[in-house]
């Protein structure tokens, strides 16, 4: 069975991203992923600020993105474990 192909333009794409209803969905994805980071975070690594933040990319995309205050403890160094607390947090199945 063949599946349907919807096209819209780029004006008709800006007019979508933009709506209230796709960031109010943005954000709550976002805090959904922040309230499980802060908890695998308070577990593992104390002292960790998880925050989020949204906004409109320059092409006129909107985002909301979950940051960790532990670059190090998410990526990982020579002298630190990586933890990777928001990719855990991310990954989760709803």
């Known amino acids: 069975m063949a599946r349907a192909q919807i096209r819209i333009t780029d004006r008709e794409w800006r007019r979508i991203v933009a709506l ?15 309230g499980r ?5 308070a577990a593992e690594t104390p002292n960790v ?3 989020t933040e949204e906004g409109t990319r320059p092409q006129g995309r909107t985002y909301a993105r979950v940051a960790s205050g532990d670059p190090e403890g998410e990526f990982g160094t020579q002298t630190r474990q990586r933890r990777r607390v928001l990719g855990r947090a991310a990954n ?3």
Request: hydrophobic content about 50%; cysteine-free.
């Open 49 to 51: 600020s998880i925050t």
């Open 92 to 94: 989760t199945k709803e």
């Open 37 to 41: 980071a802060r908890g695998i975070a």
């Open 20 to 34: 209230l209803s796709v960031r109010a969905a943005l954000r709550q994805r976002a805090q959904a992923i922040a």
